[in-house]
Structures are given as structure tokens and as C-alpha cells.
């Protein structure tokens, strides 16, 4: 028990260190605002390449993460029927289901599903 606790103590101090050092390491000190504009084979930039991302877009891509995810997670009811009761199996799927079936709603409800405001 003792030496599970002093692995786990150093694991926990190798890895602040090595955090800690990333993020002293990672910083940039040189702040030019030449180095820092796009590079068109030496001439000034054509328009500004930096495109306004559309917020809409990232949230219907977030809920379809989510979405598919907790699909993913309700597969594998369809393999453990044979091996459990199925009352217990019965509502566990329907709870999950439910679950899944709230935040649809609540999303729904929200207007983050309507792609044009």
C-alpha cells in the first residue's frame, strides 16, 4: 500500500514538472507583427486570411459530438440482453434513452438546431 502511495506521489511530481516546464518552454518571446502576418511568396496579403469562423456551424457540430457519442454508448445495450434481467436491461435503456431524449428537446427548445437566425 505504501509503495502504490510513492508511485503515485511521483507520478504526480514527474508530471507538474514536466507541465510546468511545457508551458515555460512554449512561450513565445518575439512579438513581431511581421512574423506574425501570413506570408504570400513575399508580396503583402491579397485580403485577410483570417476568415470569420461561423459560430452556428461549431454549435451544430458540438450537439452532433454529443449526440453520437451517447449513440455510441447505447450500442452495446444490444449485447448484454441475452446476459442480464431483462427488466434491469429494460430500464436502463429507457432511462438512457429518456436522457438522450431530454436534451434533444432542451436543444430544440433553445433554438441551437436552426442553422439561419
Excluded at 506570408?39 to 456551424?57: A, I, M, W, Y
Excluded at 438512457?96 to 436543444?107: A, D, K, P, S, T
Aim: hydrophobic share 60%.
Amino acid at each position: 500500500m505504501m509503495l502504490t502511495l510513492m508511485f503515485a506521489i511521483i507520478i504526480l511530481v514527474v508530471c507538474g514538472i514536466v507541465m510546468m516546464l511545457a508551458s515555460v518552454l512554449s512561450k513565445k518571446s518575439i512579438t513581431d507583427r511581421e512574423k506574425s502576418s501570413p506570408f504570400e511568396c513575399g508580396f503583402d496579403p491579397k485580403s485577410f486570411s483570417r476568415l470569420p469562423f461561423s459560430l452556428r456551424f461549431f454549435l451544430i457540430a458540438v450537439i452532433f459530438l454529443i449526440f453520437d457519442v451517447e449513440i455510441a454508448l447505447l450500442l452495446p445495450l444490444a449485447l448484454i440482453c441475452p446476459a442480464s434481467n431483462i427488466t434491469s436491461w429494460t430500464v436502463i435503456g429507457m432511462l438512457f434513452l429518456f436522457i438522450l431524449l431530454v436534451g434533444l428537446y432542451h436543444e430544440w427548445n433553445q433554438g441551437a438546431l436552426e442553422w439561419a437566425i
